[in-house]
């Protein structure tokens, strides 16, 4: 009698590209046969399928990722007041060092200030300047240094490097943003995204265009849900894209003007809307907003930062020798303005997710590298006489529509330290240096620890589509102190800065790239984060890939496993983007200066 309780499930229903399995046991037509003692039983044990077996069922991670730095020392200033501090006015790579030599002169040659950049160490994830005189070793006096340099922590005093997965959304987030031509936004995240109204025609056609300062993943069909309404209505259809430039269909969706009257849809109104899929079950088809929130899952000793043996980047290093002339304590030495150096990241303790589920209340397919500037040797991130980072310039957060829209662009109005919703959660403190004395303080950032949460992206949710996207990357920001070290050219209130990226992903799993739906007394193995829709009478989910399984389209993730855990790797791009582009490309060595102040 059959076995009603066991079902054979064909891999093409499992998954839509796998294969078919022959799982028949081939009896042999041989008459031979042994008599089995009493407890004694032999299995053949399939390696394979147990090495499967495990690696499907293991939930630990150890990432690690290559870090290539994209890097342009940009912004140039300098060290303010008629007494500067000296071992950041010592230590700059000097834009104009003749100038600044002949002014110190011309002061009977007492110090002044030089013009010019910090040098790539204070950038650099590992910091190779542990031996700089009156900077990181004693000068002339035992009190003469600004930092005791420690070399077991090079890779810490710049940036700090942790591993995080988005856990949650938060709705209630104050946003602004800019565009090209000057609009200003300001709007709830959950609200949607922002647009501005422009009437226009299009192939003889009256058209409303909606102009918006992100990408706006709307497609024609499609419906966008207003803030506002038209006698009553506020839903409306989208009947093209663009205005006809390249790329300006990611930004512009126009609704038919079938001769609306009235001023609701006056060219220069603004509004958000919200993306719909179908008016009729607006329950289930339209969008949210929200920015995801990770939680980090390490701690900072758990990241080994190291250099990536003899590899370089495609960008040279940038070095310069400044003889004894040409600094301001009259000691010769080579600059660097940019470096090429690529690193290695890995961690020494395990991420095991068991248990864990994403933002959306799913498994967990996604880590992030999370990055993130701690400025130890204190350049950055001025802080009151309290220490209170509000009174300040402390990390901020933003957007990638807070860039600047354009080379050489002001900063855009979210990062004025008078908008206190673009600091970031991250404690700041501060230090004392002998060279400086108690009236200057040094602030940095303080370590974060397992557990700790920082912001992420601007996302948009579907829960028919049952797809996360991606509206506009997260980036911090950080400034120069005024007090230590002023560039040219800065506003007061919106200092320019340099712009990185914190997040960057490693996938871990892949959700199938179609929809499952059924009900639970017809199909078996529905997974617990199926949704039910009301509409269809169905459970809908998507499924996970199993580690290993690549479909036809190239979905899925298979990367090594061994001793129980699994090893993602990433290629890193990691950009450091300055506020502007300040290219002085000056790499001669100077002839010697004779001016009597030798």
């Known amino acids: 009698m059959a076995d009603i309780n066991n079902r054979v499930i064909l891999g093409s229903l499992r998954y839509k590209f796998s294969p078919d399995v022959d799982f028949g046991v081939k009896l042999p037509l041989s008459q031979s046969s042994s008599e089995m003692p009493e407890y004694d039983r032999s299995v053949d044990v399939g390696l394979s399928q147990l090495y499967d077996d495990e690696r499907q069922a293991s939930t630990i991670f150890r990432p690690s990722g290559k870090f290539n730095i994209v890097f342009q020392n940009g ?4 060290c303010p007041g008629s007494s500067p501090y000296n071992p950041f006015n010592n230590n700059l790579y000097y834009s104009n060092e003749a100038a600044s030599a002949s002014a110190q002169c011309g002061n009977g040659g007492a110090v002044v200030g030089w013009s010019g950049f910090p040098q790539y160490n204070e950038f650099d994830f590992i910091r190779t300047d542990y031996d700089v005189y009156g900077y990181t070793t004693t000068g002339k006096t035992l009190n003469d240094y600004h930092v005791k340099f420690v070399p077991q922590s090079a890779s810490s005093y710049n940036w700090m490097i942790y591993l995080s997965y988005p856990y949650e959304n938060d709705y209630t987030k104050n946003m602004k943003a800019e565009d090209s031509d000057g609009n200003q936004f300001s709007w709830v995240c959950a609200e949607g995204i922002p647009f501005v109204i422009e009437n226009t025609t299009g192939y003889g056609q009256r058209l409303i265009s909606f102009k918006c300062p992100m990408k706006h993943g709307l497609s024609v069909g499609e419906y966008v849900k207003l803030n506002f309404d038209y006698n009553g209505n506020d839903v409306f259809a989208v009947y093209s894209l663009g205005n006809g430039f390249d790329g300006s269909e990611y930004y512009i969706f126009n609704l038919y003007n079938v001769g609306y009257t009235g001023t609701t849809f006056t060219s220069g109104t603004q509004g958000t809307f919200r993306r719909l899929l179908n008016p009729t079950n607006s329950a289930e088809t339209l969008s949210k907003y929200y920015i995801r929130k990770h939680k980090i899952i390490s701690n900072p000793q758990d990241s080994v930062l190291v250099k990536a043996g003899f ?14 002339s040409y600094t301001p304590n009259y000691k010769s030495r080579i600059a660097t303005k940019e470096g090429c150096q690529v690193y290695t990241v890995s961690f020494n303790s395990d991420a095991n997710i068991n248990g864990s589920v994403d933002n959306q209340k799913r498994p967990i397919t996604e880590l992030f590298i999370s990055t993130i500037w701690r400025g130890y040797f204190g350049w950055t991130m001025r802080t009151s006489n309290s220490g209170n980072p509000n009174n300040g310039d402390p990390l901020l957060e933003g957007w990638e529509f807070n860039l600047p829209s354009q080379q050489n662009g002001k900063p855009a109005l979210w990062w004025s330290k008078t908008n206190t919703s673009s600091r970031t959660n991250i404690t700041t403190n501060y230090y004392t240096t002998p060279s400086g004395g108690s009236s200057l303080k040094f602030t940095y950032n303080e370590f974060l620890n397992s557990g700790d949460t920082i912001n992420g992206d601007f996302c948009e949710w579907n829960d028919y589509e049952i797809n996360e996207r991606v509206i506009s990357d997260y980036y911090h920001k950080f400034k120069f102190n ?4 002023s560039v040219i050219g800065g506003s007061s209130i919106n200092l320019p800065g340099y712009y990185y990226k914190p997040h960057q992903t490693i996938k871990i799993r892949q959700f199938s790239d179609y929809i499952e739906t059924g009900l639970k007394t017809s199909v078996e193995g529905i997974p617990d984060y199926a949704t039910y829709s009301p509409s269809q009478l169905l459970f809908r989910w998507r499924d996970l890939f199993a580690y290993g399984f690549i479909s036809p ?18 290629n890193i791009t990691f950009k450091i983007i300055p506020e502007g582009f300040y290219n002085i490309n000056n790499n001669l060595v100077n002839d010697p200066l004779i001016d009597g102040c030798e």
């Open 75 to 78: 912004l140039v200033g300098k």
């Open 311 to 324: 590899e370089l980047n495609s960008f040279k290093q940038q070095r310069k020798y400044f003889s004894e």
């Open 482 to 485: 005024p007090a230590l070290f």
């Open 553 to 570: 389209n190239g979905l899925g993730v298979d990367y090594p496993f061994t001793n129980g855990k699994h090893y993602p790797f990433e």
